[in-house]
C-alpha cells in the first residue's frame, strides 16, 4: 500500500488569490473614500476611543488625511495625521515587496527587516506622537486632526 504525499491545505494559488482579492477590495475601498470625504459622509466609522475619552489615538484623522492624499493634498494630509503620513511609503514599500515575491516567487524589490531595537524605536515614536497630540498646548495641538 502506497500513501500519497499530503497536499497543503493553502498553497500559492489560494495565497496568490487572497492577495488579489485583497488588492481589489483595497482598491474598492480607496474609490470611495476618494468619491465621498470622511468630513461630510456619515457611513464612515468614528474612533471608539476618541468617542469614548475625548483622546486622539495614533490612527485619529487617518482616514481623513488618506482621503487628502488620494486628492493630492499632502500638506492637508499632514495636517490630520503627520505620523501616519510620513510612514505610509514604507508601509507601502513593504506591501509592494511582498506582494511582488507573492506573485513572481521571488523577491522583487530589496527588502529590510526592523532589528527589535528599531521596532522599540517606532513604536516609542507612535506612543510620544499620541501622548504630543493630546497636549492642548501650541505647538503640539497642531499635531491633533
Avoid: E
Avoid at 493630492?72 to 511582488?100: D, E, I, K, Q, S
Amino acid at each position: 500500500m502506497r500513501l500519497a504525499a499530503a497536499r497543503p491545505a493553502f498553497g500559492a494559488r489560494t495565497g496568490t488569490a487572497a492577495l488579489l482579492l485583497a488588492g481589489a477590495g483595497l482598491a474598492g475601498a480607496l474609490a470611495v473614500l476618494y468619491l465621498y470625504n470622511p468630513l461630510q459622509a456619515d457611513f464612515y466609522p468614528k474612533c471608539p476611543l476618541f468617542l469614548l475619552t475625548g483622546i486622539y489615538c495614533p490612527g485619529c484623522g487617518a482616514l481623513r488625511a488618506t482621503h487628502a492624499l488620494l486628492h493630492g493634498h499632502v500638506f492637508t494630509a499632514l495636517g490630520f495625521n503627520a505620523f501616519y503620513v510620513l510612514t505610509l511609503p514604507f508601509l507601502f514599500y513593504g506591501l509592494a515587496a511582498r506582494a511582488g515575491q507573492r506573485l513572481a516567487g521571488r523577491a522583487v524589490l530589496p527588502t529590510a527587516r526592523l532589528t527589535s531595537r528599531q521596532a522599540q524605536a517606532v513604536l516609542w515614536a507612535m506612543v510620544a506622537f499620541t501622548v504630543l497630540r493630546n497636549v492642548p498646548l501650541y505647538p503640539f495641538n497642531l499635531l491633533a486632526p
